[in-house]
């Protein structure tokens, strides 16, 4: 239902691998790799590839996505490791005072040490093709980068994995800190209702995947029929993100073809002509180009799930290169567009009232995910309606899919890590800092207004540090940006505010935003 799923349609087909040599570097990863909740004192190489390898027309649909490359360096932070080396490649060049925030930002060790230890390289290209693409397609930048990670010492991470990653992985010959794109399957829609069902996780009713439209209109009327008091269905191509791969069918002016009315065959081909009435998130898309991408992705049909006040809480997990499932967050996701399905922000952590209900389905599910050999990050929605009474209500969970790899919830948890050197406690859900105190937070990719566009990055810190609203390492709250590089172009930052409450963490986005309008406004 909601971020970045999927691997890109259109990506040129790597060269041939061998699988055996992809899983042998791999295996490498249990003797490098450490998480970032340790002080680590051993030589490391890290590789960050912040390539967004999804469907390139698709993302195209997000303003300043160009720029999302910033997204991953929270990965500075295992900069705090005072032999740790990072190389971090991007398809145009950061701007210096972007890199320098986040330096200034770690605590425990002065910013130079850091940035000594820290290498930046650019392609140079804004092209409409994946990072990892403009990379292969560029040998002599791939042998400095060769010549910048001891092969015997470093990994590569990225945002997503594709056979474009594994093919990177290979040429460097770097293990990969991510999942093997032969179990992409895992993290579509299909593949994640698969999961559901032999974990038993509660999950809406829905169909098979199909290739066309024809048996799009099929599985759909057999979903309706299932359940005949349906008021929509979600029609969601397999492979989708940000919820731009969702679209609404009402029902409710279907009354002609409504169960027990017609035959199955007439429902059928009365919801072909209704596909093309389909409510989409993006304003620009049609019916006939998005029935173009069902031959390609496939599509499922799924229940929407109807209910006032409802939630959209996630649970984020890892399996780690040592094979363990840790559970790292819950949060309740902020989510907007015509039918409530596109990710706009977070809230950490998700309600009290099923926070732990969702991170035992996240174990769950993580265990499964491991048997079929995953590894690294792992996402899962759910929608949560309220049942009973409202002062104490009970909740019905819904999962709605898995999202295999970093997304919008990734960075604000990690930027609270790098700022307070806490951790997450699976017992509570909750997050403590060095000294024990708990802390909350409400962050966002798209605090985005017109009258921001021409704020440079030093009249963002002006702003905000004449307000004493930037993160205060003292008291231990305060707001921390990124996607800086978005803000003079299209008046767009993200953000994470970190108070002592969820509402206190409300409040500082709220003086955030109330100081940028007040100096942008006439």
Same mark, same amino acid.
């Given at each position: 239902?909601?971020?970045?799923?999927?691997?890109?349609?259109?990506?040129?087909?790597?060269?041939?691998?061998?699988?055996?040599?992809?899983?042998?570097?791999?295996?490498?990863?249990?003797?490098?790799?450490?998480?970032?909740?340790?002080?680590?004192?051993?030589?490391?190489?890290?590789?960050?590839?912040?390539?967004?390898?999804?469907?390139?027309?698709?993302?195209?649909?997000?303003?300043?996505?160009?720029?999302?490359?910033?997204?991953?360096?929270?990965?500075?932070?295992?900069?705090?490791?005072?032999?740790?080396?990072?190389?971090?490649?991007?398809?145009?060049?950061?701007?210096?005072?972007?890199?320098?925030?986040?330096?200034?930002?770690?605590?425990?060790?002065?910013?130079?040490?850091?940035?000594?230890?820290?290498?930046?390289?650019?392609?140079?290209?804004?092209?409409?093709?994946?990072?990892?693409?403009?990379?292969?397609?560029?040998?002599?930048?791939?042998?400095?980068?060769?010549? =910048?990670?001891?092969? $015997?010492?470093?990994?590569?991470?990225?945002?997503?994995? #594709?056979?474009?990653?594994?093919?990177?992985?290979?040429?460097?010959?770097?293990?990969?800190?991510?999942?093997?794109?032969?179990?992409?399957?895992?993290?579509?829609?299909?593949?994640?209702?698969?999961?559901? $069902? *032999?974990?038993?996780?509660?999950?809406?009713?829905?169909?098979?995947?199909?290739?066309?439209?024809?048996?799009?209109?099929?599985?759909?009327?057999?979903?309706?029929?299932?359940?005949?008091?349906?008021? *929509?269905?979600? @029609?969601?191509?397999?492979?989708?993100?940000?919820?731009?791969?969702?679209?609404?069918?009402?029902?409710?002016?279907?009354?002609?073809?409504?169960?027990?009315?017609?035959?199955? *065959?007439?429902? =059928?081909?009365?919801?072909?002509?209704?596909?093309?009435?389909?409510?989409?998130?993006?304003?620009?898309?049609?019916?006939?180009?998005?029935?173009?991408?069902?031959?390609?992705?496939? %599509?499922?049909?799924?229940?929407?799930?109807?209910?006032?006040?409802?939630?959209?809480?996630?649970?984020?997990? *890892?399996?780690?290169?040592?094979?363990?499932?840790?559970?790292?967050?819950?949060?309740?996701? /902020?989510?907007?567009?015509?039918?409530? &399905?596109?990710?706009?922000?977070?809230?950490?952590?998700?309600?009290?009232?099923?926070?732990? %209900?969702?991170?035992?389905?996240?174990?769950?599910?993580?265990?499964?995910?491991?048997?079929?050999?995953?590894?690294?990050?792992?996402?899962?929605?759910?929608?949560?309606?309220? &049942?009973?009474?409202?002062?104490?209500? $009970?909740?019905?969970?819904?999962?709605?899919?898995?999202?295999?790899?970093?997304?919008?919830? #990734?960075?604000?948890?990690?930027?609270?890590?790098?700022?307070?050197?806490?951790?997450?406690?699976?017992?509570?859900?909750?997050?403590?800092?060095?000294?024990? &105190?708990?802390?909350?937070?409400?962050?966002?990719?798209?605090?985005?207004?017109?009258?921001?566009?021409?704020?440079?990055?030093?009249?963002?810190?002006?702003? @905000?540090?004449?307000?004493?609203?930037?993160?205060?390492?003292?008291?231990?709250?305060?707001?921390?940006?990124?996607?800086?590089?978005?803000?003079?172009?299209?008046?767009?930052?993200?953000?994470?505010? @970190?108070?002592?409450?969820?509402?206190?963490?409300?409040?500082?986005?709220?003086?955030?935003?109330?100081?940028?309008? /007040?100096?942008? &406004?006439?």
């Amino acid at each position: 239902m909601t971020k970045e799923t999927a691997v890109a349609p259109d990506l040129s087909t790597p060269q041939a691998v061998s699988p055996s040599h992809f899983r042998h570097l791999q295996s490498a990863l249990r003797d490098r790799w450490c998480s970032t909740d340790e002080f680590d004192t051993e030589e490391r190489h890290i590789l960050v590839i912040p390539s967004l390898s999804l469907d390139q027309e698709e993302l195209q649909k997000i303003e300043g996505v160009n720029h999302y490359e910033e997204r991953l360096l929270f990965s500075l932070i295992r900069l705090r490791n005072p032999n740790t080396r990072l190389v971090y490649v991007t398809s145009q060049p950061l701007h210096p005072s972007i890199v320098d925030y986040y330096l200034e930002l770690l605590p425990g060790i002065p910013s130079s040490h850091a940035r000594e230890r820290l290498t930046l390289f650019a392609a140079y290209d804004s092209s409409r093709k994946p990072l990892t693409q403009k990379l292969l397609e560029r040998p002599r930048l791939l042998a400095r980068i060769r010549k =910048a990670v001891d092969p $015997q010492q470093g990994y590569m991470t990225c945002y997503n994995t #594709t056979p474009l990653e594994r093919e990177l992985s290979l040429a460097l010959g770097l293990p990969l800190l991510a999942l093997d794109p032969d179990l992409l399957h895992w993290g579509t829609k299909s593949g994640s209702r698969d999961i559901f $069902q *032999r974990c038993g996780i509660p999950h809406p009713i829905g169909s098979e995947l199909v290739f066309s439209e024809t048996e799009l209109a099929q599985v759909t009327a057999d979903v309706w029929e299932q359940d005949p008091s349906l008021k *929509r269905i979600v @029609i969601k191509l397999n492979q989708g993100f940000s919820g731009e791969g969702n679209a609404i069918l009402d029902l409710r002016p279907l009354h002609g073809i409504a169960p027990g009315t017609v035959s199955h *065959r007439d429902r =059928a081909q009365g919801l072909i002509d209704a596909f093309h009435h389909l409510s989409f998130q993006c304003a620009t898309e049609t019916w006939p180009h998005f029935a173009t991408k069902v031959p390609v992705l496939g %599509a499922i049909a799924e229940a929407f799930v109807e209910g006032d006040h409802k939630q959209s809480p996630s649970v984020q997990g *890892r399996v780690t290169p040592l094979g363990d499932v840790e559970i790292l967050s819950t949060h309740d996701q /902020e989510l907007g567009g015509p039918d409530g &399905q596109i990710f706009l922000g977070c809230s950490f952590p998700a309600r009290p009232d099923y926070r732990l %209900a969702i991170q035992e389905m996240g174990q769950r599910i993580g265990h499964e995910l491991a048997k079929e050999g995953a590894l690294e990050r792992y996402g899962v929605d759910f929608i949560a309606v309220p &049942q009973g009474d409202a002062a104490a209500p $009970q909740w019905d969970l819904q999962a709605i899919e898995i999202n295999l790899r970093k997304g919008g919830t #990734t960075h604000p948890l990690m930027a609270m890590k790098m700022l307070t050197e806490g951790r997450f406690s699976q017992e509570d859900g909750l997050f403590y800092t060095k000294q024990e &105190q708990v802390r909350y937070y409400r962050a966002s990719d798209n605090l985005q207004k017109p009258h921001y566009r021409g704020l440079l990055p030093s009249d963002l810190m002006d702003i @905000i540090v004449s307000k004493q609203l930037h993160f205060n390492s003292i008291s231990g709250v305060g707001a921390a940006f990124h996607l800086i590089g978005c803000l003079s172009e299209y008046g767009k930052l993200g953000l994470t505010c @970190i108070g002592t409450s969820p509402d206190h963490a409300s409040e500082i986005y709220d003086q955030v935003v109330a100081a940028l309008d /007040e100096s942008t &406004q006439d």
